[in-house]
């Protein structure tokens, strides 16, 4: 997995001493230690140098290997700072960038992954707290950067459920919706990705209680993430994960098919 990272190779080459201090410590081979971790013992051997950068399953199961001292969770901290992403949401960006399978239910806005430049400087320009220049520019670098997993990983499934209201609102004006619309419209033609537009008027609902993210890793294990104000939570909990997966499935079944989405959509830029 490749993640931008914007700090010096110190603190690759310091995280990766850690995890070799505590490695040794644990009484543990590299060869043992890559077998625990579900890693190759070459993918251990260039966290260790300094070369590589961990993903989040590295960190967790290293820290389970390890003894769960914390210790490789603190040090992995202060490996990832990318500008433009909010500090909770990096990780599932991580995740994000790994995944086989990924399922979006969006009840607010349009989500990052599908939002155009001139609709992130509509929200950008709406922040409260306000946002200068420079973090407006790092915002946008920053979607634009994920959004390339949409054509880079077609091997990767895209599921999107939006309400109709978020178009609805007209975030940034009738001019930046219409060129929002066509970017779905032209996103909806890729063949890895499905966009379902829940209608304003649907009786029945199970997403009611509110966005719905989840992913599907290449070890087949299933992620949930919860996002609200100034907070975000990445779901683990195999019980939880499972509810929210039924709950998405329903949605797609009670939400238009994707030819009827795809028209909706034509019709509501027609009618801007």
């Known amino acids: 997995m490749t993640v931008v990272v914007d700090e010096s190779s110190d603190s690759l080459r310091t995280f990766g001493a850690v995890v070799q201090a505590l490695r040794e410590h644990a009484g543990l081979s590299r060869v043992e230690f890559a077998r625990r971790v579900r890693f190759s013992k070459h993918t251990v051997a260039s966290v260790e140098l300094g070369r590589r950068m961990p993903d989040v399953f590295f960190v967790e199961r290293g820290e389970e290997a390890t003894g769960n001292t914390g210790a490789l969770r603190k040090a992995?901290?202060?490996?990832?700072?990318?500008?433009?992403?909010?500090?909770?949401?990096?990780?599932?960006?991580?995740?994000?960038?790994?995944?086989?399978?990924?399922?979006?239910?969006?009840?607010?806005?349009?989500?990052?992954?599908?939002?155009?430049?001139?609709?992130?400087?509509?929200?950008?320009a709406a922040a409260v707290p306000p946002l200068n220049d420079e973090q407006i520019e790092e915002r946008w670098a920053?979607?634009?950067a994920?959004?390339?997993?949409?054509?880079?990983?077609?091997?990767?499934?895209?599921?999107?459920?939006?309400?109709?209201h978020v178009f609805l609102r007209r975030t940034g004006g009738a001019e930046v919706m219409r060129g929002q619309i066509d970017h779905i419209l032209e996103v909806a033609e890729l063949r890895n990705v499905q966009i379902q537009v829940m209608p304003l008027v649907q009786e029945t609902h199970t997403g009611l209680q509110g966005s719905i993210h989840l992913l599907e890793t290449p070890e087949n294990e299933w992620l949930a993430y919860n996002e609200g104000q100034k907070c975000g939570q990445l779901i683990t909990d195999r019980k939880v994960v499972s509810v929210l997966q039924k709950r998405y499935a329903s949605m797609r079944s009670q939400a238009l098919t994707v030819p009827d989405s795809v028209s909706l959509l034509r019709r509501m830029r027609g009618d801007l």
Not at 82 to 93: D, H, T, V
Not at 147 to 157: G, H, I
């Open 146 to 164: 994920r959004q390339k997993l949409l054509r880079e990983r077609p091997n990767t499934a895209f599921s999107f459920i939006l309400e109709e």
């Open 142 to 144: 920053a979607r634009a």
């Open 76 to 124: 992995s901290a202060h490996l990832v700072r990318q500008p433009g992403l909010a500090s909770w949401f990096r990780r599932w960006a991580q995740l994000e960038a790994m995944a086989i399978a990924l399922c979006t239910y969006e009840c607010r806005m349009i989500p990052g992954l599908l939002q155009t430049e001139a609709y992130v400087r509509a929200l950008s």
